[in-house]
């Protein structure tokens, strides 16, 4: 069995490894004997889920190694990734595991996992799991295996502490506000604390029969939101993911704002009330430099971080910072949230527009972005094109024409045999010549 976690947790397509049931009743022993170490029977695991057919397999998987090993399982149902990392927390369990793939589509399917203080578990804990999961795993005696219940009220206890953070309460009444749910696990969430916080409630993608999670709607695919938007002549559109960790911003018009957009709003506007800690936002190296022009003008340092919101949470766990990010759309709001959570953002949008009586389309122009050119190059495995010399030479010279204006960013993906190369200048022409030279070496070579 190779290595199993990348950087969020365990990803792959269902019923093929490592998302089978055999693989998950596996981990669910390796994270049960990781956590009980005590042979009492008073640990707790929560799970969560989105909307995806394969949940219920890999849920059913889970609970039995859980409960092999004498772990106590709490089934929340889907709910978003967020109220497990609040709900671990909240009901002092040992253990939270949320079962989603996020913004890929329904066939794929994700383990995450989340330790006592509700973020998720770091490295060394994944390693160790691990270590055991390749090891003979010890059962509990017939005595001490675990059980397992439905929990009704998780949801509820989610939409209710959702609620507890918007400040203006009471003062949506009179918005009209779209929300997208992706078909995924906030589908009954986030319309309920919309509505029940005064808004006039226009809900689409909540609909999910296992198949439809983010397919032509949510958070990557606004475009269905945005139509609604304008057709209902509505606010403001709230666009999130299939697991609710994201968030795209729809104003009135139907044009849409990405991660950046609603980073830079809420930390000039933190900054203004003394809110944001050490004043510093951080964000990852794909953040626009328009964003860090932006910060840089009111005296806000902009921390940037691999790609990835994990690492976003490391650096801002490490640095006592409370706003964090990503382009895509996860908004890390450590006052309120151990992850990224698309709903609380999205009510801090509201409340900026509730406070200010602003449009949305006047909050989401907050920077004038750079010109940003990303281009994808696969390559085999057998060669490094990072490695070699004649794409050394032309990042190299990329980097020297575009030293005073812009900035490159070339990385591997985590996650596929992609080469990433992502270039930002002020001169379109020039970027685009630039990013072309790099992926051109990059395609000779592979």
């Known amino acids: 069995m190779g290595k199993l976690f990348g950087t969020d947790g365990v990803r792959g397509r269902a019923n093929s490894y490592p998302m089978t049931a055999e693989v998950a009743l596996k981990l669910g022993a390796a994270a049960g004997r990781y956590f009980r170490t005590d042979g009492q029977n008073r640990h707790r695991v929560v799970i969560g889920k989105d909307t995806r057919l394969s949940g219920y397999m890999l849920e059913n998987a889970l609970t039995a190694g859980l409960t092999s090993t004498g772990m106590n399982v709490l089934l929340l149902g889907p709910v978003p990734t967020p109220a497990v990392g609040y709900l671990t927390r909240s009901m002092r369990a040992d253990l939270g595991i949320m079962i989603s793939a996020s913004h890929n589509p329904h066939h794929d399917n994700g383990i995450k996992f989340f330790g006592p203080d509700g973020f998720k578990l770091s490295d060394e804990a994944q390693d160790q799991i691990e270590e055991i999961l390749q090891s003979e795993i010890l059962p509990a005696q017939p005595d001490n295996i ?37 078909n995924g696990a906030a589908y009954r969430a986030a319309p309920e604390v919309l509505w029940e916080l005064g808004a006039e409630v226009i809900p689409i993608g909540v609909d999910p029969n296992g198949f439809n999670i983010n397919e032509n709607c949510g958070s990557t695919h606004p475009e269905a939101a945005a139509k609604a938007v304008v057709e209902h002549g509505a606010d403001l559109g709230i666009c999130l993911d299939g697991d609710a960790d994201r968030v795209m911003i729809i104003d009135e018009k139907g044009v849409v704002a990405d991660g950046d957009q609603i980073m830079a709003l809420l930390a000039a506007r933190w900054a203004i009330e003394g809110r944001l800690v050490g004043s510093t936002l951080v964000s990852t190296v794909m953040s626009n430099l328009g964003l860090e022009h932006f910060l840089k003008a009111r005296g806000i340092e902009l921390l940037r971080t691999a790609v990835g919101d994990r690492y976003v949470v490391e650096a801002m766990r490490a640095g006592g910072f409370n706003l964090g990010g990503e382009q895509s759309g996860h908004i890390v709001m450590t006052d309120y949230a151990t992850t990224g959570d698309g ?12 406070q200010t009586e602003e449009k949305a389309s006047t909050l989401t122009q907050n920077f004038e972005p750079v010109p940003q050119l990303l281009k994808n190059v696969k390559f085999s495995g057998e060669i490094d094109p990072l490695s070699t010399d004649k794409v050394a030479n032309a990042i190299a010279g990329g980097e020297e024409a575009l030293a005073n204006t812009g900035r490159l960013v070339i990385r591997k993906s985590g996650t596929e045999p992609l080469i990433r190369v992502m270039g930002e200048d002020e001169d379109e022409a020039r970027l685009r010549n630039v990013v072309d030279d790099i992926v051109g070496a990059i395609k000779d070579v592979t």
């Open 343 to 354: 709903l609380i953002a999205g009510l801090q949008f509201l409340a900026e527009m509730a």
């Open 146 to 182: 675990g059980r397992a219940k439905r929990i009704d009220d998780g949801r509820g206890r989610y939409v209710e502490y959702a609620k507890t953070t918007f400040p203006a309460r009471g003062k949506l009444s009179g918005l009209k506000v779209v929300v997208d749910c992706a």
